[in-house]
């Protein structure tokens, strides 16, 4: 006899009351770019974008792309102590990246290099985090991007934190497009299964904080998959805490910039918050210490490389006739440079300091920190007397 409480998830009683477990079907993926690069329409979401724009995403995309590569392949050598990859998730960031106004601040995880390259972070400091030199040496008040969150989730909560600070010194609301400030939490499908992302949209809704929650769902906890985590599409969360969710084609640099534009611009307004799910696929590892191959299918990699972010650009400029072989070649040239470059400034970074440690605990130094200070400089001076 078949078990009602293991087939439908609900127990033998509260089948019958709610139905069958909700699933995928039939709800509204965003798209404006099709995997086979065709352009399509959306009665909500449409824009006009010109051809030095999307010229623009796929250069960033590429980039991006490189970046990551390279990065990889310097932790394989030993240059990186890790790597967390973002293959194939290059247009849900720049997608994200590129929406944001310069007021706009940034709470990111550890994989969200695509949008720290469009907030102008140097890729070079990226690599010096994982390389183990510092713990994050851009400074995010430049840039408005936070340092990297390695704490599962926990950066939800200051970004909506940071909203309601900025809802309060009056940055938002007042109509002037150059003052009212958006801030965007990104994290992924993982994440959103933590309490700290669930306690962010209890005080995002409760104070209509100017927050925009950007899920990335690459379909991968690691190795949980995301049918384990969610019994609803993950967008359809923000409905039971009171505010809008959409998901987004994560694939789709388009339709996620679209997107991320109208949920940024309705937080600087003072409309609250949106949580945005941009739907994509990890083709990568989840970091360098992963091993993908022991709990997912290579056809399901094989399926998701036909919706490539990058392929379906370049299917577009070159089906509407507005990119040249000679930009394709020059973009890929510019990578390769980039690729030089980070090899070059990756094998150059220099050994810390130790006494550096505390040097940014603290605005202000405080007596027991100096004294901690002291004692430790002393002790590593200890070991240079000894060796004369």
Not at 196 to 222: G, K, L, R, T
Not at 225 to 239: G, T
Not at 266 to 294: C, I
Not at 350 to 372: C, G, K, S
Request: aromatic share 10%; with cysteine; net charge negative.
């Amino acid at each position: 006899m078949t078990d009602p409480e293991a087939t439908s998830g609900f127990g033998p009683d509260l089948a019958d009351v709610f139905g069958p477990r909700p699933s995928d079907g039939g709800t509204e993926l965003i798209q404006l770019l099709t995997p086979e690069g065709e352009r399509v329409h959306h009665p909500e979401f449409d824009l006009d974008f010109p051809e030095e724009q999307v010229r623009g995403f796929y250069r960033d995309m590429v980039l991006a792309r490189r970046l990551d590569v390279e990065a990889t392949a310097l932790q394989r050598h030993g240059e990186l102590g890790l790597w967390a990859q973002l293959l194939g998730q290059e247009a849900a960031q720049i997608g994200a990246g590129r929406a944001l106004a310069p007021q706009d601040f940034v709470f990111p995880t550890y994989r969200e290099h695509g949008v720290a390259w469009c907030r102008g972070v140097d890729p070079v400091k990226l690599l010096s985090l994982f390389r183990g030199v510092d713990q994050g040496s851009w400074d995010p008040a430049e840039h408005n991007f936070h340092l990297y969150t390695i704490v599962i989730g926990a950066q939800t909560l200051h970004a909506t934190g940071y909203a309601m600070g900025v809802q309060r010194d009056g940055l938002v609301g007042t109509g002037d497009p150059d003052r009212d400030v958006a801030v965007v939490a990104h994290f992924g499908d993982g994440a959103s299964s933590q309490g700290d992302v669930n306690e962010a949209f209890v005080f995002a809704a409760s104070y209509n904080a100017p927050v925009v929650f950007f899920c990335q769902n690459n379909q991968w906890a690691i190795s949980e998959p995301i049918e384990r985590q969610s019994r609803i599409p993950l967008y359809q969360r923000a409905r039971g805490f009171g505010f809008p969710g959409l998901r987004v084609d994560g694939n789709d640099v388009l339709a996620t910039y679209s997107v991320m534009k109208a949920a940024l611009q309705r937080a600087r307004e003072g409309q609250g918050p949106t949580l945005v799910e941009a739907y994509t696929y990890r083709m990568g590892a989840h970091t360098t210490t992963d091993d993908p191959t022991r709990y997912r299918l290579i056809e399901d990699v094989e399926h998701w490389k036909l919706k490539d972010p990058i392929a379906r650009v370049e299917a577009f400029l070159r089906r509407k006739g507005v990119a040249s072989d000679e930009f394709f070649a020059g973009v890929a040239a510019e990578a390769d440079d980039l690729g030089e470059m980070l090899r070059r400034e990756c094998h150059a970074l220099p050994d810390p300091d130790p006494r550096a440690i505390f040097d940014h605990v603290y605005a202000e130094q405080t007596a027991e920190l100096q004294a901690q200070q002291d004692g430790f400089a002393a002790y590593l001076d200890s070991f240079e007397e000894a060796a004369r």
